[in-house]
């Protein structure tokens, strides 16, 4: 548990650049015995909001295969594109009966309503064995957030 909540200690945009602050906290959760492997496609700066977003989704993901998958393995994959964010965390844990995934929790549910607000969505997927929770967020040129206004603020929690 103490190397869980270790593993949980925040990330600052601030002190790393977007994409190295995903690789940096995929590192912290290697203490809690899980491995976990990050692939980066594409390395444009992300907006402010979509960056916060996905360093939740990324700590939520990690923290649900410790608590929940008993997994050995997670991958994490983000891709950046012109106009869209798309993150994937995959998990070699033990899947649910059926491959149905679990039911939302609180930390799932705090993820989607920022996500779609965003434009965006998220998914929670079984398969024969472990999990897959990805996100996709779409953007604009510039950088800018689509499907939502301008004036956009930063989820609850997360600035």
């Not at 290697?30 to 979509?50: D, F, Y």
């Not at 899947?95 to 039911?103: I, K, N």
């Amino acid at each position: 548990m103490r190397r869980l909540v270790r593993a949980m200690h925040p990330i600052e945009l601030g002190e790393l650049g977007d994409l190295d602050a995903f690789r940096t906290l995929a590192e912290s959760f290697r203490g809690t015995g899980l491995t976990v492997s990050v692939e980066i496609e594409g390395e444009r700066s992300l907006p402010r909001e979509h960056a916060l977003l996905l360093l939740r989704f990324v700590q939520e993901g990690l923290t649900n295969v410790i608590r929940h998958a008993d997994a050995a393995t997670a991958s994490l994959r983000m891709e950046v594109g012109a106009t869209s964010i798309q993150a994937t965390l995959d998990d070699d844990g033990v899947a649910s009966q059926g491959g149905t995934p679990p039911a939302a929790g609180f930390g799932l549910r705090s993820l989607r309503a920022p996500a779609e607000e965003l434009g965006g969505s998220l998914a929670v997927e079984g398969g024969a064995s472990g999990f897959r929770l990805s996100m996709l967020l779409p953007v604009r040129a510039g950088g800018e957030t689509a499907g939502a206004p301008e004036d956009v603020s930063v989820p609850a929690g997360v600035a």
